[in-house]
Every structure is written in C-alpha cells, then in structure tokens.
Nanobody, 125 residues
C-alpha cells in the first residue's frame, strides 16, 4: 500500500515562503511522477504543479508559475513544494499525489493513483 504524508504547512504572512514536503512509502518512488494540488474552501481542487520521476521536468499551473518550485529527492522518497511570494489567495489545503508514469505528472486529479491527507497553508494579508 502506497502512503503519502505531507508536512510543512502553516500560517505565513503575505510575501513569505513555506516549503512543503511529501514523504512516500510502500512503493517504488522512482516509478512515480508526483503532483501537487490545492483546494480552497468552496472551490474545486486545483493543479499546482508536477514533476517527473527523475526531477528533470516540471510543470506548473498558471497561478503559481514563477513563485513555486517542485523538486524531489529519490533517495529520500520525498517531493517538495517551495512556495515563495505567497499571497492570501494561495490559502488552501495542499495535497501531493503520485502517478505511475515516467513522464511529468498530468494536471488533472483522475490521473493520480494515490493521495496524501493534505496540509493546510494559510497566508495572512
């Protein structure tokens, strides 16, 4: 059973930074593309970005492009989401997910096989 556990969420002021981590266990991490999604209250889940199995290809949603960076450490079976220049509209529960593919992860939920429980990020103005 593959398990994903996010950490690193919290409260930050606008303009600040946070780094989320997602630790994966129970599977072959280097077979997975990894994605990050977020869901704000009353809104649909939104694609944030994804990274391929080797970390050489990333893909970002328009709302975070240039501010967020995804990376991974296959030796630690962990993927990261570095969030800079945070805005109040980035407030959401952030989820990581895994997709069994050698390509970068897709930008829609149905492509992903396993999900973490989510971590709350709150950006105050």
């Amino acid at each position: 059973q593959v398990q994903l556990v996010e950490s690193g969420g919290g409260l930050v002021q606008a303009g600040g930074s946070l780094r989320l981590s997602c630790a994966v266990s129970g599977g072959s991490f280097n077979l997975y593309a990894m994605g990050w999604f977020r869901q704000a209250p009353g809104k649909e889940r939104e694609f944030v970005g994804s990274i391929n199995w080797s970390g050489t290809s990333t893909y970002y949603g328009d709302s975070v492009k240039g501010r967020f960076t995804i990376s991974r450490d296959n030796a630690k079976s962990t993927v990261y989401l570095q969030m800079n220049s945070l805005k109040p509209e980035d407030t959401a529960v952030y989820y990581c997910a895994s997709e069994t593919t050698r390509n970068r992860g897709k930008d829609y939920e149905a492509a992903y096989d396993y999900w973490g429980q989510g971590t709350q990020v709150t950006v105050s103005s």
